[in-house]
């Protein structure tokens, strides 16, 4: 059978900091919820448990893994559905101008966890608690400045727990990439615009684009949670499938 040419789909993402399994009980109830339909799906999960990838019915979990001494539910996940061709999404390891692993959250550390579909590299992050935001700075500054990720990728969509607001990530960013002669692509933030982190009354889950030509993204909604300390974010991009 002749295979078929890609079609433009719309694919739905999420970002959502899960505090625990997100296999199992309401959790899994919540991620079957974003991940049923007829459109593609992927779930970026931050402190998702230890040991979780794999298949789970129409899906599939790729993970990071844990490189510090603390709380070992901080590993990040992505889970895709079956709309996606799976054959085609690869896992990656990130790795900076040094050839060292990128690691998010300091002495609690953790691997982003990637994957790549053609042209296009999507990312879960968890960063540091902390106001410096140093393992951010240092993963945009890598995706964006180093060639290797720019000859690789066309768009970069992180989706993350980054423990800062919008506006301290986006001060951070306009820095690195508005040196063309530097920096490889136009970046943006797509956010809800309201708390993410409940009882704390912070956003700090959200998204960040990375293009080699600017578009304008689709906002970001709030997906309220029962599950979770944060309320998860969707937004939605169109993609060659």
Not at 51 to 69: F, K, P, S, T, W
Not at 193 to 203: I, S
Request: glycine share 8%.
């Amino acid at each position: 059978m002749a295979q078929q040419p890609p079609t433009l789909k719309a694919v739905n993402l999420y970002t959502w900091n899960t505090q625990g399994n997100f296999t199992t009980g309401p959790k899994g109830q919540e991620l079957s919820q974003m991940v049923s339909g007829d459109d593609p799906a992927l779930v970026f999960i931050q402190e998702g448990g230890v040991n979780l990838e794999g298949q789970y019915n129409d899906c599939i979990a790729v993970a990071g893994y844990a490189v510090g001494a603390f709380n070992e539910r901080c590993t990040n996940y992505i889970v895709f559905n079956s709309k996606w061709p799976m054959g085609s999404m690869q896992p990656v390891v990130l790795v900076n101008g040094s050839g060292m692993a990128l690691i998010g959250g300091g002495i609690a550390g953790r691997t982003p966890a990637a994957l790549e579909l053609g042209r296009t590299l999507f990312v879960s992050w968890h960063s540091l608690s902390s106001p410096n935001n140093l393992d951010t700075s240092d993963l945009i500054r890598t995706l964006t400045r180093t060639p290797y990720y720019s000859e690789k990728y066309d768009l970069i969509v992180i989706g993350g727990d980054f423990n800062a607001t919008p506006a301290d990530i986006e001060s951070m960013i306009v820095r690195m990439v508005t040196d063309r002669a530097q920096s490889y692509f136009f970046a943006s933030i797509v956010r809800c615009g309201q708390p993410t982190l409940k009882y704390w009354d912070k956003e700090v889950d959200f998204f960040i684009y990375l293009r080699k030509e600017y578009e304008q993204e689709v906002p970001a909604v709030l997906r309220q949670t029962q599950a979770s300390d944060h309320d998860a974010v969707q937004t939605q991009m169109a993609m060659m499938l």
